[in-house]
């Protein structure tokens, strides 16, 4: 399957974005779909993941209450709403897809380019 995330920008704190990944390939539905993102000189982290059907979702700590994962299967799409953005939340965002859901990086075989998020205080 491959990924195309999209929606980056620079936003002022406590501004919202909608980060999309658009899949074509193999059978999106039947993924497992993540979100990552990465600051600078940091590792990886995760942010969300939700089950290939939609009925499970699971977020960071750090981003509960503020961020929501969903999916549209019709459309081979995956979204992150972010709302409340902090300057922390500033970071290379990306979508992967995996068999299983999973907060792991190393489960997820398949990777978007990424997409800027850089929230300004």
């Known amino acids: 399957v491959q990924l195309q995330a999209s929606g980056g920008g620079l936003v002022q704190a406590g501004g919202s974005l909608r980060l999309s990944c658009a899949a074509s390939g193999r059978t999106f539905s039947t993924y497992g779909m993540g979100w990552f993102r990465q600051a600078p000189e940091k590792a990886r982290e995760f942010v969300a993941a939700?089950?290939?059907?939609?009925?499970?979702?699971y977020v960071a700590d750090s981003v509960k209450g503020r961020f929501t994962i969903s999916r549209d299967n019709a459309k081979n799409t995956l979204y992150l709403q972010m709302n409340s953005l902090k300057p922390e939340d500033t970071a290379v965002y990306y979508c992967?897809?995996?068999?299983?859901?999973?907060?792991?990086?190393?489960?997820?075989?398949?990777w978007g380019q990424g997409t800027q998020v850089t929230v300004s205080s």
């Open positions: 939700i089950s290939w059907s939609g009925d499970s979702t």
């Open positions: 992967a897809a995996s068999e299983v859901v999973s907060r792991t990086a190393r489960h997820y075989d398949y």
